[in-house]
């Protein structure tokens, strides 16, 4: 491998603290101390965060009908390269190969990454984009993974809350923390059913906490 070229891994999916409306996807060196927040849309958030978390959309998001139109024709996306900064924004390109030919793809740094979580393809940038744009940020652990990125979900600030089981939201509603194991499983089927993956991924989460303690209250 090229020397100035720096193997990259997604740490973790948060809130932008630049654009309040936007998100920011947390790239981290995988062989260095720093990270590099890319800010990307809700959109594309989403798309990200629902690999992330192991969902399956019941109808394919466009990345997921890129990838099936690429494994129809043989194509596979080897890596994803971030190859430059400038005016404060990222320059990604897609490299894909058949059997035949290797093909270069100009790409919105938001897409590459959420094709790259997809085809499971290795992120790549170079040592000035580092040096331009790499923090040192500490990014939270969660409670049963100790030492794992803890992945935010991406919720719309105009969203309304989920119903809650029994009637709406109300002041003396239990937090969804609250719930029984069946109650969260209902939440769980109609969030997803409403392609509400935020929230579902976030009501998962307390979901298998609540199984794993064998904890039905």
């Known amino acids: 491998m090229d020397d100035n070229r720096i193997p990259l891994h997604i740490a973790g999916l948060t809130n932008s603290t630049v654009q309040p409306s936007s998100w920011a996807v947390i790239l981290a060196e995988s062989d260095g101390p720093y990270k590099i927040p890319v800010v990307i849309g809700a959109s594309e958030a989403q798309a990200i965060s629902i690999?992330?978390?192991?969902?399956?959309?019941?109808?394919?998001?466009?990345?997921?009908?890129?990838?099936?139109?690429?494994?129809?024709?043989?194509l596979q996306l080897t890596e994803v390269f971030i190859y430059k900064f400038e005016d404060g924004i990222f320059y990604s390109q897609l490299t894909f190969v058949d059997e035949e030919r290797t093909v270069e793809i100009d790409s919105r740094t938001s897409d590459a990454l959420a094709l790259a979580v997809r085809f499971r393809a290795p992120i790549?940038?170079?040592?000035?984009?580092?040096?331009?744009?790499?923090?040192?940020?500490?990014?939270?652990?969660?409670?049963?993974?100790?030492?794992?990125?803890?992945?935010?979900?991406?919720?719309?600030?105009?969203?309304?809350?989920?119903?809650?089981?029994?009637?709406?939201?109300?002041?003396?509603?239990?937090?969804?923390?609250?719930?029984?194991?069946?109650?969260?499983?209902?939440?769980?089927?109609?969030?997803?059913?409403?392609?509400?993956?935020?929230?579902?991924?976030?009501?998962?989460?307390?979901?298998?906490?609540?199984?794993?303690?064998?904890?039905?209250?």
């Not at 690999?51 to 129809?72: E, K, W």
């Not at 509603?173 to 209902?186: A, R």
């Open 51 to 74: 690999v992330l978390n192991g969902y399956t959309p019941p109808r394919p998001l466009t990345q997921d009908l890129i990838l099936s139109i690429s494994h129809a024709f043989g």
């Open 124 to 217: 790549y940038t170079t040592r000035e984009v580092v040096d331009q744009t790499g923090l040192m940020i500490e990014l939270q652990s969660s409670d049963d993974q100790e030492g794992e990125a803890t992945f935010s979900q991406p919720t719309s600030t105009t969203r309304e809350q989920p119903s809650q089981p029994g009637g709406g939201n109300t002041p003396h509603t239990p937090p969804v923390e609250k719930y029984t194991v069946e109650e969260l499983e209902k939440l769980l089927e109609k969030l997803i059913a409403a392609e509400n993956y935020e929230e579902a991924a976030r009501v998962s989460g307390i979901l298998n906490r609540k199984r794993g303690n064998g904890n039905n209250a």
